[in-house]
């Protein structure tokens, strides 16, 4: 079952069935630490299997994995025109 969350964005309300035993030994905030526990392993799954040459593209893979791990979502091109769309039209505002 799934709901949409209108309060905020891009989030849904997800109802699984979990056994009592493994929901007994989650410390603290069960669902933030099943989003940082999803959030790992899907970093873990999505890791490329291209590997950067250089200093600084070492330095821009590291920093996209932190941002995944930390429960970033990545942007398609249509969000990425989206985005720019948005920003621009701020630039607008100050002329």
């Known amino acids: 079952m799934k709901y ?3 309060m905020t964005h891009n989030l849904i309300a997800l109802s699984v ?8 030994r ?3 905030n069960r669902g933030a630490f ?5 959030a790992e392993k899907l970093a873990r799954e999505s890791s490329p299997a291209w ?5 600084t593209g070492r ?9 995944v ?3 970033g979502e990545l942007l398609d091109p249509d969000g990425i025109a989206e985005e720019l ?7 607008r505002d100050l002329q």
């Open 4 to 6: 949409n969350l209108r």
């Open 51 to 55: 590997r950067p040459k250089t200093a």
């Open 34 to 38: 099943i989003r940082q526990a999803m």
């Open 59 to 67: 330095k821009l893979l590291k920093l996209r994995s932190q941002f």
């Open 26 to 28: 989650i410390p603290g």
């Open 69 to 71: 791990a930390q429960g």
């Open 85 to 91: 769309r948005q920003r621009r039209a701020g630039c």
């Open 17 to 24: 069935k979990v056994p009592l035993s493994d929901v007994r």
